[in-house]
């Protein structure tokens, strides 16, 4: 029984080193596997999430007890926490782009002053200067307060949701630093986006939200007892990231399907319409707070903000030479997509030994980075020659203040660098400039080729370093910018806009990078508005997805494998088919009688750090051993700390549900629980007996050893469980043969003990 | 053990009366709840659809000489198959489209042409007899040839994507008269859509295709063997409901939505992406058909006939006055749309009664609504005045062909009527119209009301008739007029144009009628092309869901409640954690052993009706009795069939594996497979033994009795199962004490045990 971590950590645990493993123990662990690095220097033990309902008898008790009023609570506060999730993760949503806007804005506007002076090397050093205080702020808060906060936050989110608890992903500190992380990492000029820290924003914010306030500062919501479980925390945990996605693209539908594409590995109907409750929370604030705005009352922050490219302009009819000028975009697109993620993976092990060393290199990493994307975003655009404006824009070129497609830059009067209007810009503003339709020559097919490969590699080398950095951003940069290049390149024989094009290249370098389909389309037509796009739209997706597919994983989930986290996948694999359950089982087991002496189980406790242990009833309780069922660590810390002892053997469950009730054994938030030092046990009591019926749970699920691996895989993973019991196919053995976890599910595990099955099934 | 139908069923099977039973039969079945009537006179015995990998020797055997190049067959098939689909259903959408506009346009241009002549009486019989003909066309294909084709056809297919194969759904006889009948019954002017029965034709479509052909005419395609199963056909009819909404609203991305929220019961990501895929599709064949016909190549098919109501023309600035106005109109919408769903409810009822005594009275019924409906939509624009036409429109006004606003009627010229231009139109049109924008003043208050409350009314009587009829288009007809009639109400206050309060309340009604909200705000997003609309969507959407949950359930779950359709739900009823497994399972058991006698099985196959028979292994086989496994009817027919029997009690799996193969017992199509009385067994044959080992599925999913009833109900739901063993706790006793089949958790069986149970809990 390989319970969480295995024996090895266990030891370790026992010598005392300390809450966290350092990465060298954790790869011998996962040895089998060459794959594997370790992304981050401190790696700490990962939690299971329980998603099955305990059935002891004091939850039956609590059952039959509860009242008709306070399911109507449960009900209430459930839609109240949907709505409270909604509201924050607007307005915090709303703050990130405010602050983004505004000081990114002030920094370009310090330095276009400084360039119309002429005075262009001051204006690069003001410059770089700004992008490396900002960076330096960032890092310094991801680096020394919450490394957790450091990337794009939705591979761990993803991974909660499948029912990993790792250290500090979803703490206060994490939210803290990841949303000012975020606005110091985007407004300093990464190739960073904001949407993925907003996802886990949300996420942190719903999880806070459903701790019930902290206890260390007595702000302790009582009625928020019903939903101390890891059901409850998930489900809103799932609202949460929706409601990022919603806050960060406007996109409240998207944010749904996105949450149920991507997210989420259990989904309930009931679940959409209370995600799409908490998304339509969301659109509604940042409606009324851009209202508010309005007329320039927020600064430098006007409407375009939050990242909206309307091209409803653009007509969308289309004839046989564009679609396959369309496919042969999402073709290439594919391929640079599934390229990407390769380098990225190649650049996060290369950054991880960096990272590995200290914060300070982390720091140093971020700054090295940030000099880099300075000058290539003040550099490159000199490369490029002035082009005159054409003279029906008037006003609009070149551009006088902070926004729009024609950047002065270095050029004289009524000229402009086209360069300069991508590079020299906000992310936002470059990607809605080269969304941009009916400007089919603003452009040159060089500048183009440029920017594409300079964001291409700079989004690469970017993500991995300890910032705050979504991906979508990157991509759709890169994307539109190689969809644009196409789209001039092919504009001889296609009567369909560059812009258009734009919008395609992103989607196909989404699609290649993401592996997402439905969300993304929809989140992409959210952003743009113009539902003609569609059919277009998903062809370039199913094609980029589908040629992806040919060479790797999407990005999310090779990041999820970098970091080790033990995602359980949908479907079983293959060769599990040849297994049977009890094949991968290991021992030992630990197993508790019915009435169990309180030493014997303080030691279990000490000794392993299995969190299940069988209950056997034994005569003289029952006429020969029996299963009585599966009783937790946690609920077992409980019952020790309440002391309800007796002398003898004897059942004492009716005395004990007396004295304890059920929502004393309401999960606390992850690592804050009672913990077995907590425990103050005396010697005499070391003797004593303690009845664990009331907390046993009567009803665990159960496979016969000889089920296949497969189906037990699809039981655990279809139901959510966090231990699966093993209980022996011909009588006369002891009741169990062991407990599956997680552990025993993944591919590491099984092929470590069968290095050739994976041979044998299919040759 | 309750295995599908109970055993008064099953005497009544032996008896030989017949494949189909009578009502009353079923009704005595389920005696116990007194809210159940059955709809349509023959009620077939419902098959539950397994969805579990019958893992035995022979699937093991198949799955591990697979080769490489079959897995990608599979794969490719899969695709090819989900393009089929969405081919098929494009252009059966199309044609049903065409055929449509054709005919109702040349019976309205008929009518119109009579009526320009002022010949108003002739006119009136012409149209009347014209809608009772193509009525009586629809009534009777429906009534003779496929009774099951009548409805809406979405609830069955939700019941067979729950797992419930009721009889001839989705059989070739229902898609054809599902197909015409739809064209029949809505060109004759019923208030009915086409939307619900194109659900049920791409399900029928699909379906069809992953039989692979006829085996009657011998068109079976050899490659399809791979999808003889439930959980591909599953897959399939999910891609093919999609796919019908899709083709039914040009809406792809609410197409998907649908079939995830209201369709589906199990979902996996990947049959996202397949389901994204066939819409994308469908969206292609129809984009490319509707060029085809511009200008006019298709007879008097515009571009108008697939429903598409563009409104992007409208503004949508919206203040806290108008959100008032629009929570108001939610508020009411659920209301009358729960009270809709109860006044069709009681129509069903009553028209059950009428449909039961014959394919006859069936078509009267159809006739005598045709009647009424004729006389409604030609009758009641007399009681409007005629209204001066406003001298901007110049042409259009009033309209001289089939289509426009601004119907002449019995007006002079250069007047309209603008309560013909709402009832003496086709549905579609007079959805167009009450949604168009800008035309505050095109429709009297009066003219408004009359039309909602007879439309409203109209809709409940017509649903439950022996023609293919829809639910959207009478919701969104009945919707749109309340919502204008609202807007108009408020116009004095609020600036919202009153087509847009149309599309609110239509949105309102959807909500408080169907339960559905993401899939239904897309559906509507994509229908009316105008994404700035969504947040005041999402919000009538959910308030008037909220509101209608109040009073009672969803429109298709409550016909799925009259159908008498055990259907699943999602979780698991709350007294059920008031009992365990053993409590719900019901004898009489018959269990093989794993050598049985061939004259034993035949017995058993006869006498009962079980569709699953546990194999126990004895001594000498074993050492004590031990459950080897579960087999099937129909693998236990295959077998018998092939006739590898023994002289002896002696293991013969091995020969038997030789000679039969895995895809001898693929599933066949519903009703087809082999039968009891295909066997042709000897005397001498009865006294042999046949091995059962190679036919066990070896890895049953079991439960031990004491596990709680509810955690039962979410593994057999979860995991899609038709049977679930039910293993004793204690050793020394038979090892096993039943099966839970479908039925078992059914609430009518479980509370018709326990009647005061559900008072227990909950007090």
Not at 172 to 186: A, D, E, H, M
Not at 294 to 318: H, N, P, Q, R
Request: glycine share 8%; net charge neutral.
């Amino acid at each position: 029984m390989a319970d969480e971590t295995d024996i090895e950590v266990e030891r370790l645990e026992r010598e005392g080193s300390g809450a966290c493993l350092k990465e060298p123990l954790l790869k011998s662990r996962i040895k089998y596997t060459s794959q594997i690095a370790i992304v981050g220097a401190n790696v700490c033990p990962i939690e299971s999430l329980d998603y099955e309902i305990v059935e002891n008898d004091l939850f039956k008790q609590d059952w039959r007890s509860r009242k008709k009023v306070e399911i109507y609570q449960y009900v209430f506060f459930k839609w109240a926490l949907a709505l409270l999730i909604g509201l924050c993760t607007g307005l915090v949503g709303f703050f990130n782009n405010i602050a983004v806007e505004n000081i990114a804005g002030f920094k370009l506007l310090l330095t276009n002053n400084l360039m119309l002076k002429e005075k262009y090397f001051l204006a690069f050093i003001v410059y770089v200067s700004c992008n490396m205080v900002l960076a330096a702020a960032a890092a310094v808060l991801c680096a020394y307060i919450a490394p957790a906060a450091a990337g794009s936050g939705i591979p761990e989110v993803k991974a909660y949701l499948n029912g990993i608890d790792a250290h500090s992903i979803l703490a206060p500190s994490t939210l803290f630093v990841k949303i000012f992380g975020s606005i110091f990492g985007v407004a300093a000029g990464f190739v960073v986006g904001k949407e993925g820290p907003m996802v886990h924003t949300g996420s942190c914010i719903a999880s806070l939200l459903g701790q019930g306030g902290s206890r260390k500062y007595r702000l302790t919501w009582k009625w928020l007892r019903f939903f101390k479980n890891d059901r409850d925390r998930r489900d809103l945990i799932t609202c949460g990231a929706a409601a990022g996605v919603a806050a960060a693209f406007r996109a409240p539908v998207g944010g749904v399907l996105f949450a149920l594409e991507e997210a989420a590995s259990w989904w309930r109907s009931a679940l959409l319409w209370r995600t799409f409750f908490t998304t339509a929370v969301v659109a509604v604030v940042l409606r009324g707070f851009m209202g508010i705005c309005k007329g320039g009352k927020c600064g430098l922050f006007g409407e375009g903000g939050l990242i909206m490219f309307d091209v409803t302009s653009t007509k969308a009819a289309y004839n046989a030479a564009d679609l396959l000028a369309v496919i042969f975009l999402g073709i290439i697109g594919g391929i640079l997509g599934s390229l990407y993620n390769f380098f990225v993976n190649k650049v996060l092990r290369i950054y991880s030994i960096i990272n590995e060393r200290g914060p300070l290199f982390k720091v140093i990493l971020v700054l090295t980075i940030s000099i880099l994307t300075s000058c290539c975003s003040y550099g490159l655009p000199w490369l490029s020659q002035c082009t005159p404006c054409p003279p029906y824009l008037e006003d609009q070129c070149p551009t006088i203040g902070r926004c729009g497609n024609y950047k002065n830059f270095q050029c004289p009067p009524n000229q402009y660098n086209d360069l300069a209007s991508l590079f020299f810009n906000t992310n936002d503003d470059a990607i809605r400039n080269l969304f941009s339709a009916g400007s089919e020559k603003e452009f040159h097919l060089s500048t183009l080729f440029v920017f594409f490969i300079a964001i291409y590699f700079l989004g690469i080398i970017t993500y991995g370093i300890a910032v705050p950095s979504g991906l979508f951003i990157p991509v759709i940069l890169a994307g539109a910018s190689y969809g644009r290049l196409v789209g001039t390149l092919v504009g001889y024989f296609s009567d369909l806009d560059s812009g258009l094009f734009a919008l395609l290249g992103a989607a196909s370098f989404l699609g290649g990078t993401m592996r997402m389909t439905v969300s993304l389309c929809v989140i992409l037509l959210e952003l743009t508005n113009n539902l003609l796009m569609l059919p277009l739209m998903m062809l370039v997706l199913l094609i980029s997805k589908t040629v992806a597919d040919c060479f790797n994983k999407g990005v999310y989930d090779q990041i999820l494998v970098l970091k080790g986290l033990p995602y359980m996948e949908a479907h079983a694999e293959p060769y599990m088919r040849n297994l049977i359950a009890s094949d991968v089982v290991s021992g030992p087991l630990v197993t508790f009688s019915g009435i169990e002496k309180v030493g014997n189980i303080l030691l279990a406790l000490k000794i392993t750090r299995h969190n299940g242990f069988p209950v056997i009833d034994e005569p003289p309780l029952s006429d020969a051993p029996e299963l009585c069922g599966l009783v937790l660590r946690s609920h077992l810390l409980v019952l020790l700390k309440g002391k309800k002892f007796s002398e003898q053997r004897v059942m004492t469950g009716s005395q004990i549900m007396r004295k304890i009730k059920a929502h004393d054994f309401a999960k606390a938030g992850s690592g804050k629980g009672i913990k077995l030092e907590d425990l103050d046990i005396t010697e005499a009591e070391m003797e004593m007996y303690v009845d664990l019926h009331p907390i046993t749970n009567a009803s665990p699920y159960t496979v016969v050893e000889t089920m296949s691996l497969a189906k037990a895989a699809v039981l655990f993973r279809d139901l959510g469980l966090r231990h699966l019991l093993v209980v022996p196919k011909t009588p006369g053995r002891p009741p169990i043969v062991g407990i599956l976890t997680r552990h025993d599910f993944m591919p590491e595990h099984v092929l470590g003990l069968y290095p050739h099955i994976n041979l044998q099934s299919h040759k």
